[in-house]
């Protein structure tokens, strides 16, 4: 499976301002939403690793115009690759401020310092090094100037020939690998899966924790996608618009799961960080198709994999192999 | 049923009441202040979120403890004092023609504040690549998911009771509800003279060559269905407009920034005047990344005079959201001996229901990840997006993705199986590498398919499991 990050061809720019306190914690603003999946968490240790702060150092502000700079959206798995890009270098700018404040301080100049374990520092030289909220308190109060930047990033592309759809649609994609262990009752035509393996790339990630999250939601998402997921329709009207009718996996249907992450890291993504939202749910249908066949023999090509198809195309492969004995 | 109405408009006052006790002026929002819990207020932190470098650490959300709590504020749980409730009333037919509409018998009911239809929408029209979606659909009903009409009340069970007072007069029009049929140069039209509303075609090599020079060929088509995000909080918003002509719009949506440029077409009013809060999302999934009922509920909020909720029934999630595109596949792939693919010819038709919302993004990610993660030389696919008169298909995680992906990857095992040869290795030989040519002849980088594909087959233990 592969799957791009961003829009496809359009421009799909992010923006963000990041503030740095006197007592050396931080504020980023993001015009992002958080939709559950834990991007203001990522965001938040975006800011922190440009600045050399923890996570807890910095608090994530989001969602609201009035506040928020332009953000095109929790949308097309973009969040930590091109909002996290804006974020890289609106930290870069602050930094950057604190590094002209510390670097009369610690006589060198500013491109020989480094913001790591809360304090600028020398490069390769920590034991010279003053702590983050020193230099903030005096680059803010003695030399004037407040540590706050705001940057935008929006992935390049280059448009598809309207003929050929040749062309760069995007700058970077995922990759992944899902293998399902599937149980098939050839007398009912009910499939249980026991077992899914997803191995996925989304870079390098910076909070694995939430992307095994994704992962897992992802897979449950393409569990109801193969075998149970369908709105039903009657002359335009749909017949199944509830829970009660329309089926979808719940905990108990979820088989075991085993998660794992590629190494890899792109460089043109925040901190080698490409995505993981969407592709997660992608290829779980065909991996759960493809041990239907392996299990029982039968091709599923029309989704979803219900028992009543699943029973039907035994059927159907029974009776051509009658046909086939006896002809 | 005068009496009947003065009971609501009394348990609507001592509700107004109660929230008003609850709620001191200083806090415009309904915190419930006389939770007995108490919450540890210095609470110590999960150690990866105070260790550096931040990144890689496996540091805990604090929404998460939030959500635990109870202590998230979803538009469910944000309430006003005067606030009114809205409900939308939805189209009886799959394509009709709207003659009338009379909403004077639903105005006259005591604690109906507000209605509105789609002729008094400023700009009633929406959508992120064609605006070719009503707010409240007007002349032209183009699915039963439509709202042709909007109440607001002092109760939700109010504003449904008024819903049925709404006399709204339609002439049918011929539906068309299958993709393979609306395609057809006969059918009945719903947008203009073409059902077709947007195409894509990919072309590298030649494809027709190929084939025929293929050792071996293998044709299936393969086809998805229908299916709702389903986020467990369904679409939900508030609107609340001040002494200036500002209005305060708390949503569901997912992206605001531009959500508010929309919100700001559709009511012709600048977007200096209009402050869009996103609130904790409850799950999106695609389906709230444009506006839906924002507008509606700010018209109203104006009409009304008071702050206006609308939060959609799991049936309207269903039938008045978004929801994702069903393919139909015809793939065609050439092969050697080997199993190397030499070609592939793929066909997609897109169900987009009665509007185009992100059938853009869905046609165009859909036909480039089509033919696979695989180096193939010779590519062709077409891809065409249908109305018909169901639900409007638009973003849903993968735009398209899930549907190829089915298609390629059942058809790249059934290739192996016919050839003698492991699925695992199949995929190992074609796979992109560091460097290899997309579809769209773009160098990929970062390319890590073939660890990825290892890895699995490592951890799953395929290996074993194929001797």
Not at chain 1, 140 to 168: C, F, H, R, W
Not at chain 1, 307 to 323: C, F, G, N, P, Y
Not at chain 2, 69 to 79: C, E, K, N
Not at chain 2, 425 to 453: D, H, M, Y
């Amino acid at each position: 499976m592969w799957y791009p990050i961003g829009f496809t061809v359009l421009a799909n720019p992010s923006a963000a301002t990041v503030k740095v306190n006197t007592d050396g914690t931080a504020t980023l603003l993001t015009g992002t939403v958080e939709t559950g999946q834990g991007a203001l968490t990522v965001l938040g240790q975006i800011a922190a690793e440009t600045l050399g702060l923890s996570t807890d150092d910095v608090h994530v502000v989001s969602g609201d115009t009035d506040v928020t700079p332009m953000d095109t959206g929790a949308i097309a798995s973009r969040t930590t690759y091109v909002t996290g890009n804006a974020i890289v270098k609106a930290a870069e700018k602050a930094r950057e401020i604190l590094f002209e404040a510390a670097a009369p301080l610690l006589n060198v100049k500013p491109n020989q310092l480094e913001a790591r374990d809360k304090r600028i520092q020398v490069l390769g030289f920590p034991s010279s090094s003053i702590p983050i909220s020193d230099v903030v308190q005096h680059s803010e109060s003695v030399v004037g100037n407040p540590a706050i930047g705001s940057a935008s990033y929006n992935p390049p592309t280059l448009a598809m020939d309207p003929e050929t759809g040749q062309g760069k649609p995007f700058n970077t994609y995922v990759y992944a690998t899902q293998i399902a262990d599937v149980e098939v009752d050839d007398e009912t035509g009910e499939v249980e899966i026991l077992k899914i393996v997803a191995v996925h790339d989304c870079g390098t990630p910076i909070n694995p924790m939430l992307v095994e999250g994704q992962i897992q939601g992802g897979i449950s998402m393409g569990v109801g996608f193969a075998l149970q997921e369908e709105i039903l329709f009657e002359e335009g009207r749909q017949i199944n618009p509830n829970l009660t009718n329309y089926i979808m996996p719940t905990s108990l249907d979820m088989p075991e799961l085993e998660v794992g992450l590629v190494d890899n890291y792109d460089p043109t993504g925040p901190f080698g960080a490409k995505g993981a939202g969407e592709p997660t749910a992608v290829p779980t249908a065909a991996a759960i198709m493809n041990a239907i066949y392996d299990a029982v023999g039968v091709r599923i090509t029309s989704l979803p994999a219900t028992a009543e198809r699943v029973m039907m195309a035994i059927l159907e492969k029974q009776d051509s192999e009658k046909t086939a004995a006896t002809g | 049923m005068a009496t009947r109405n003065k009971d609501i408009q009394t348990d609507t006052d001592q509700v107004i009441k109660t929230e008003k006790a609850k709620s001191p002026s200083s806090q415009p929002l309904s915190v419930p202040t006389d939770n007995p819990v108490v919450y540890p207020l210095d609470l110590p932190q999960g150690e990866a979120r105070l260790r550096t470098p931040a990144v890689g650490q496996r540091a805990s959300r604090p929404d998460g403890r939030l959500h635990g709590l109870g202590q998230t504020q979803y538009i469910d749980d944000i309430t006003f004092p005067h606030m009114l409730h809205a409900k939308i009333l939805h189209s009886d037919h799959a394509h009709a023609r709207i003659v009338s509409i009379d909403t004077s018998e639903a105005e006259k009911m005591p604690g109906v504040l507000a209605t509105l239809t789609g002729a008094e929408v400023p700009e009633n029209s929406f959508g992120p690549t064609f605006q070719d979606q009503p707010i409240l659909a007007y002349p032209i009903v183009r699915h039963r998911g439509d709202g042709v009409a909007a109440v607001a009340a002092v109760t939700e069970q109010l504003a449904m009771e008024a819903l049925e007072k709404i006399k709204v007069e339609y002439e049918p029009l011929t539906p068309v509800f299958d993709p393979l049929e609306a395609i057809e140069d006969d059918s009945p039209k719903i947008h203009g003279e073409s059902n077709i509303y947007t195409s894509k075609i990919i072309k590298k090599g030649d494809v027709e060559k190929a084939l025929k020079d293929s050792p071996h060929v293998f044709h299936r088509q393969y086809t998805t269905q229908m299916v709702e995000h389903v986020p467990l909080e369904p679409q939900a918003t508030i609107a609340s407009w001040d002494g200036n002509g500002r209005v305060t719009i708390w949503s569901s949506l997912g992206r605001i920034t531009l959500g508010r440029e929309d919100i700001s077409r559709t009511l012709a009013i600048p977007q200096s005047r209009i402050r869009l809060i996103g609130t904790i999302v409850g799950g999106n999934f695609g389906g709230k990344n444009e506006i839906r009922n924002e507008p509606i509920v700010a018209l109203l909020s104006k009409k009304s005079r008071r702050p206006v909720k609308c939060v959609f029934t799991r049936d309207e999630e269903f039938t008045s959201s978004t929801i994702r595109h069903p393919f139909i596949m015809d793939y065609t792939t050439g092969v050697n001996d080997e199993g190397l693919i030499l070609a592939r010819k793929i066909r997609l038709v897109l169900d987009g229901g009665a509007y185009c919302s992100w059938t853009g993004t869905t046609i165009g990610k859909g036909s480039i990840l089509a033919p696979g993660p695989y180096n193939i030389e010779n590519v062709f696919v077409e891809a065409y997006a249908v109305y018909t008169n169901k639900t409007t298909t638009g973003a849903m995680r993968g735009f398209g993705a899930p549907q190829v992906c089915f298609a390629y990857e059942s058809q790249m095992d059934e290739i192996a199986n016919k050839l003698g040869i492991d699925p695992l290795e199949i995929r190992l030989k074609n796979g992109f590498s560091e460097n290899s040519l997309s579809p769209t002849s773009q160098t990929l980088q970062s390319v890590a398919l073939k660890e990825s594909l290892n890895q699995a087959s490592d951890r799953f233990g395929w290996k074993e499991w194929k001797a």
